[in-house]
């Protein structure tokens, strides 16, 4: 089955470090990959997207490329911001062969903590 | 509507009732999604709809777990004796094209069973 890994947490870096955080997947079929982001106290919101392979998302400085060669997906920034604390999650959504895209596998999340 | 809508809110309830909750997606998305985020277990799949159809329902933990939509709208997601394990947010996520450019998440319907 699809399954997403993240790297363990917490991270805490000190506010202008640069930020990774790494995901792998296993995937049946064709899969899109999402990294979501939960800020205190409120729901996920969508951070970036690759739909096929070596797509890069970008998004409010974050990005990720699609690897397939190594089923990666790994979360950068080059200079985070205190404002940037959140729980970030890695997911996929994989078409295995059919017409339409089903349901998000999630990987378990990482705390991000930045420090002034 | 703009965004994924869900009520209520906040959910306080005493063990053994029963609890609807429900969700309105973004008008238009075919597809529609409910999750459960608890400590401890991540963020945990339960049902997919596709229109009023649910191709997928493998997440439900139990038969005390039931989903519905109606109209290719509205879903309501209704738990029956409620245990205090289902204490979790619940999250609906609605999409179009069967989500493989992105799903939009609600606010979650915190559940607290008592």
């Known amino acids: 089955g699809n399954s997403v890994t993240q790297m363990e947490g917490p991270v805490t870096l000190s506010e202008e470090a640069f930020l990774t955080i790494n995901c792998t997947y296993t995937a049946t079929g064709y899969p899109s990959l999402f990294w979501y982001v939960q800020y205190p106290g409120e729901g996920l919101q969508l951070l970036l997207k690759a739909t096929k392979a070596d797509d890069k998302g970008s998004n409010k400085g974050f990005e990720a490329t699609y690897r397939k060669e190594t089923t990666s997906f790994h979360l950068e920034k080059g200079s985070v911001q205190v404002s940037d604390s959140a729980v970030y999650f890695c997911a996929l959504s994989d078409r295995a062969g059919g017409t339409s895209y089903g349901k998000l596998t999630f990987g378990q999340g990482t705390i991000l903590t930045v420090h002034p | 509507g703009a965004g994924v809508s869900q009520s209520p809110s906040n959910k306080v309830t005493e063990k053994g009732k029963d609890v609807e909750l429900r969700c309105d997606p973004i008008s238009g998305h075919t597809a529609l999604y409910w999750y459960r985020q608890s400590l401890g277990q991540g963020l945990e799949f339960l049902i997919y709809f596709q229109g009023n159809s649910a191709p997928d329902k493998s997440g439900l933990p139990s038969d005390r777990f039931s989903a519905e939509r109606t109209g290719g709208s509205v879903s309501t997601l209704t738990i029956q004796r409620t245990q205090q394990e289902d204490s979790a947010v619940y999250l609906c996520?609605?999409?179009?094209?069967?989500?493989?450019?992105?799903?939009?998440f609600g606010s979650g319907t915190r559940l607290t069973v008592v």
């Open positions: 996520a609605s999409s179009e094209q069967g989500g493989r450019y992105g799903y939009t």
